[in-house]
């Protein structure tokens, strides 16, 4: 079948890629992504993704106050850094 189509510049530029690469033809290069990407929706939906979960137990440290704890540290951290560097060192 012969038919007229606009080509986004961005679709082909990548077929001219894969026409340098493969060697191939311009119209078999064109007509195998097709037959690709026609038949990329005819395959089995995918496995859905299942991440395992562990129970780790309860904490050993009491965790209600880990946010503002880790707020502190990286506060006198800064602070360290910023006396160093005003003393130059």
């Known amino acids: 079948m012969r ?3 606009t080509i986004d ?3 082909q530029e990548l077929l001219r ?3 340098r ?3 191939q ?3 078999q290069v064109l007509n195998a992504a097709l037959r690709k990407g026609l038949r990329a929706g005819e395959r089995k939906p995918a496995k859905p993704f299942r991440q395992r979960t ?9 965790l209600t106050k880990a946010l503002s ?3 502190e540290l990286d506060d006198a ?6 006396r160093r560097r005003a003393a130059g060192g």
């Open 69 to 71: 704890l880790a707020a």
């Open 54 to 62: 562990f129970d780790l137990g309860k904490p050993l440290v009491d």
């Open 25 to 27: 033809p311009f119209k």
């Open 77 to 82: 951290a800064k602070v360290t850094r910023f």
């Open 3 to 5: 038919t007229t189509v």
């Open 17 to 19: 890629k894969a026409v």
């Open 21 to 23: 690469e493969q060697g």
């Open 9 to 11: 510049p961005d679709v």
